[in-house]
């Protein structure tokens, strides 16, 4: 049941972060929309359009033309001048990339002094040629499309229509976003032209230009861009067909003029695919005006008027990394018309794109709630290539705008919160496996299996360690004197508090035998003060069990502390292994706890273990030579056993003289001996040396002929 539950709570937590993703799609907000359009930049500047000749040029009106001919606006009668020379040249259509929305400042009427001269000077000025009429006249016989722009307030001009709007499917008005009033050309002039377009288009909000409007709206009137109209009229065409499909994700589908059909996006606006610029492209207008452009680079051209020059300001910024004049724009969106093969992002790939985080978010979180980390992350790894696969090949191959960034962020999200989620979760079950694991092993050997899980192998290795045997004197007596139940309580209250005791000083508890307990330090941690370590974790414990035992039907504890070399490790089998050391250190310091029952001690501490010891009170109690080695050890007693009790100097020197005269078997060490009996009779140490002399015994070597 609580598998089944856990499993239920993961999957929500999938299903919760794929939804949020969604979430995020569908709202779109602006830093993910940044991010996006970042991901198509970068397509266009590893792959621009590749240059085709399409037949459009730009007459630049460039920083030559404006110091040969003089500062803008020239004068309309340069203007007509200059339409001239390109429709005498076969030109297919001219786009001027200018508002003419006031008179020439060089016409007659518009002369400051006007008013203030004499009647008939004034008509005599007034006679004179209007260089407004005289480019309205050239206008009236050339394929010319004169540019507006829109501002989002002010009164709405006046057009002539030009286009007439035909539209298949849902009502395209609805679609296109409202475009403020027209500032429009002179009334005269725009009568006079072919076709009027739009100059506009909004870039994003980082100030990247990327779309273009093909069609804009005024109040209930639909109205074409400039490359719209130029191309309309270079194509003889008098309808603009506009194709859009209605619902909640309705919008344009794609605008066409004659037999090119264009796709937009859903308010009427074209991708642009930028290409580098092409000074062959170019002609400088003073170039035009004087004469020297060969009539064959104008035959069938679409000539766009504009300028290049930066004093007028009008520069874009493009995804390519760059700034171009706007006369560049309208340019490059023509040539994408006539290409046939524009940029798009048709309105059903957002739906395809969440379909593709939806799909990749379940099979990389379904693998990291599952498998674990290293699937998962292989997956998302795959994942995240094919998408950025698919983009890249979208682009490069078929003109698609694809976003591949958006699902990868919903793929690794849907990567990360699992695998956080599973991450929490093995944490939680690693705890309380090391908590419930403590309970039967030391808590620092759980501790290191849990860090090193590879060391869990059937190997060993040499070290240094100190080791503690503890017995309780009398309890397998006690066991058939009491109730079974009361013998356990005692026990068990007894081994807790000696087994805190150890784990308060680091130690390891090897195993629990009955009563008593072995205990190793240094391993499985290294730990350098190990000697230290051990004897005073033996006297911490031996005054706990004799405080524990007041009062209660408990023996006295004896302690064995001794170190040396063994190896540590993992021994057993394939089925079941246990950590411990093996070595003569080990067996030595279990002799150790058994010589106390001989020695009258109930702490017996080696040379080995005290050589690393500090502040160590202890006085000496023999050479013991166990059964079965061929080297005595040296032995010590901590004072009183390590009780705590008065420290008599004197006794202490007594005992040392008489112990010196113990080691080299001086005659009077009898006497010495005879004499602390009666100045301390509770010492069990001295009755046990000294029953040793009366029968016989000499030195300070005793041979254990017991285990």
């Known amino acids: 049941m609580n598998r089944r539950w856990r499993v239920v709570g993961q999957l929500s937590v999938l299903g919760a972060t794929l939804a949020l993703a969604l979430a995020v799609v569908l709202a779109d907000p602006a830093w993910l929309r940044a991010m996006r359009h970042a991901v198509f930049d970068q397509y266009q500047r590893w792959q621009p359009r590749v240059g085709q000749d399409m037949g459009v040029r730009i007459i630049d009106v460039d920083e030559e033309s404006l110091a040969r001919l003089g500062q803008w606006p020239w004068p309309r009668t340069r203007m007509a001048e200059l339409l001239d020379r390109a429709r005498a040249g076969g030109a297919a259509v001219v786009g001027f990339d200018a508002v003419f929305a006031e008179p020439d400042r060089s016409a007659p009427r518009a002369l400051p002094q006007l008013a203030a001269l004499p009647a008939a000077a004034r008509a005599a000025v007034l006679a004179l040629p209007d260089p407004d009429a005289r480019f309205a006249a050239s206008l009236a016989g050339a394929p010319a499309v004169l540019g507006f722009s829109m501002r989002p307030d002010g009164a709405a001009a006046d057009l002539p229509e030009r286009a007439r709007y035909v539209q298949l499917g849902a009502p395209a008005l609805a679609y296109v976003p409202r475009g403020g009033s027209v500032v429009a050309p002179l009334p005269l002039l725009a009568q006079a032209a072919a076709g009027l377009g739009a100059l506009s288009f909004l870039p994003d909000g980082d100030g990247v230009l990327r779309r273009v409007p093909l069609v804009l709206r005024t109040g209930e009137r639909l109205l074409p861009s400039l490359s719209v109209e130029m191309l309309r009229v270079a194509e003889g065409q008098h309808n603009i067909l506009l194709r859009a499909d209605g619902g909640p994700t309705g919008g344009l589908r794609e605008l066409r003029v004659g037999r090119r059909a264009l796709p937009v996006t859903a308010d009427g606006e074209l991708w642009l695919h930028f290409r580098q610029g092409d000074p062959a492209r170019r002609i400088p207008a003073w170039q035009l005006l004087q004469g020297q452009v060969d009539g064959q680079a104008l035959r069938g051209r679409l000539l766009l008027v504009g300028s290049s020059a930066q004093g007028l300001q009008d520069l874009r910024f493009t995804p390519l990394g760059g700034v171009v004049p706007g006369v560049e724009v309208h340019a490059q969106a ?325 112990y010196a005269a113990l080691e080299d078997g001086a005659p009077e060490v009898l006497a010495l001996f005879e004499a602390l009996a009666l100045q301390q009779p509770d010492d069990a140490l001295v009755r046990m040396h000294l029953e040793r002399l009366r029968s016989g015994g000499r030195g300070d070597l005793i041979v254990l002929d017991g285990k």
């Not at 690693?430 to 849990?450: D, E, G, K, Q």
């Open 334 to 658: 023509l040539e994408q018309m006539l290409s046939g093969t524009p940029l798009q992002r048709p309105a059903e790939m957002e739906a395809l794109e969440a379909l593709a985080l939806l799909l990749g978010g379940l099979l990389v979180g379904a693998l990291a709630l599952r498998h674990g980390p290293l699937p998962s992350a292989a997956a998302l790894l795959a994942v995240l290539g094919l998408f950025a696969g698919l983009g890249w090949w979208a682009f490069s191959a078929q003109r698609l705008l694809v976003d591949p960034l958006t699902p990868a962020l919903g793929v690794l999200a849907a990567f990360l919160v699992p695998s956080l989620v599973r991450y929490h979760a093995s944490e939680q079950r690693r705890r309380w496996l090391a908590r419930a694991f403590s309970r039967y092993v030391s808590p620092n050997l759980v501790s290191h299996i849990v860090r090193h899980p590879e060391q869990l192998a059937l190997s060993g290795e040499r070290r240094e360690c100190s080791f503690i045997f503890t017995d309780l004197a009398g309890f397998t007596g006690l066991m058939e004197r009491i109730d079974p139940a009361d013998a356990v309580g005692l026990l068990n209250g007894y081994l807790d508090g000696m087994i805190a005791i150890v784990f308060h000083h680091q130690g390891t508890l090897d195993r629990i035998i009955g009563d008593a307990l072995a205990i190793m330090f240094s391993a499985p941690l290294d730990q350098s003060d190990h000697r230290q370590r051990a004897y005073d974790c033996a006297l911490e414990m031996q005054r706990f069990a004799h405080v524990y035992a007041k009062g209660r039907p408990l023996g006295h504890t004896r302690i064995g502390v001794h170190s040396g070399e063994v190896i540590i490790g993992n021994f057993g089998g394939r089925t079941m292994f246990d950590y411990r050391a093996l070595g003569d250190a080990v067996n030595t310091a279990s002799r150790l706890e058994g010589a106390n029952k001989y020695l009258g001690t109930r702490v017996c501490v080696s040379e080995a273990t005290l050589a690393g010891c500090t502040g160590a009170q202890v006085r000496p109690v023999a050479r013991l030579l166990p059964k079965g080695k061929s080297q005595p050890l040296r032995v010590f007693q901590p004072l009183h056993d390590g009780l705590a009790g008065p420290v008599d100097p004197a006794a202490l020197a007594a005992y040392a003289q008489a």
